[in-house]
């Protein structure tokens, strides 16, 4: 397995405190990553869209927990489901992404939450939308930078979920675009990259993005695909190139059998099964 990205370590700026700030992010960052991989399941998407398949989130949580190293949360959820998430990574969201409805303007993302914020309900890291390229590229990448040293002081690791242009734009992410979204939220500042598989890209496609990052890179999942083989070929594409694991929601909680997706995904980024491995533990039984 790759040992890469095991652990970076941020300089001390904690001295005094009784805990150094290295000490401190490392133990958020342990609760994300089992040498040096991660399976996150974002369950943040209620300020965004409707969200059928998140109707009775704690038992889904409860569900998912043999499988999954972490989530991704909004401060509401965070806090009611606060037990049930004992004892996994808990990422908070920053941010609102909604996007445009019919004729409003795009406001592509916006920060709503301080890191201090997320601190309260117990998170181990914070995540916030970052859109090189969009029309509001300017405040949305000072929004990131004020949270990566918001982060500094609170020892929490930083996702940042980098697409250019904005979420949901197939056609726009490029090879090109999505290694340039990629390098741009790790220069900002990134501890980890959030982003998109390139569209028809190959797995050496996505090694020459994830080569071109100093930190770990994770793939997001989009929509549902109702396809577990189309899933699991490009968590093994994106692995393959290096990827320090997924950040998969909807194609886990809107499919028939969350838990058992989360089983191969699970196999996928920390056991290296192949697609072939993962799709025949979707017929095992839990």
Not at 238 to 265: F, M
């Amino acid at each position: 397995m790759d040992s890469k990205f095991f652990f970076v370590p941020r300089p001390d700026l904690a001295e005094g405190w009784g805990m150094s700030d290295d000490e401190q992010f490392r133990g958020h960052w342990d609760t994300f990553f089992n040498e040096g991989r991660t399976v996150i399941v974002p369950i943040d998407h209620g300020t965004a869209i409707p969200v059928p398949g998140l109707e009775e989130p704690a038992d889904l949580i409860g569900a998912l927990n043999p499988f999954a190293d972490g989530y991704v949360v909004n401060y509401g959820l965070g806090r009611a489901c606060g037990d049930i998430l004992q004892g996994k990574g808990v990422c908070f969201r920053t941010d609102v992404y909604k996007p445009a409805h019919a004729d409003n303007p795009d406001a592509g993302s916006y920060r709503v939450f301080a890191a201090e914020d997320g601190l309260e309900i117990g998170a181990n890291a914070v995540m916030n939308m970052c859109y090189p390229h969009h029309p509001q590229e300017e405040r949305i990448l000072r929004e990131c930078a004020t949270l990566v040293s918001e982060c500094i002081d609170a020892g929490l690791p930083v996702i940042l979920e980098s697409l250019p242009y904005g979420i949901g734009r197939p056609d726009d992410y490029t090879v090109e675009n999505i290694g340039f979204a990629v390098r741009c939220a790790a220069e900002l500042g990134a501890d980890v990259v959030k982003t998109a598989f390139p569209t028809g890209a190959s797995s050496d496609d996505f090694r020459s993005i994830v080569d071109a990052c100093f930190v770990p890179v994770v793939v997001l999942g989009g929509a549902a695909m109702g396809d577990d083989a189309a899933l699991f070929d490009i968590v093994r594409k994106a692995i393959d190139a290096g990827a320090a694991g997924v950040a998969i929601g909807r194609n886990v909680w809107q499919h028939r059998e969350p838990a058992k997706v989360a089983r191969s995904l699970q196999a996928l980024v920390h056991d290296d099964a192949s697609v072939e491995a993962a799709l025949k533990r979707m017929a095992d039984p839990l």
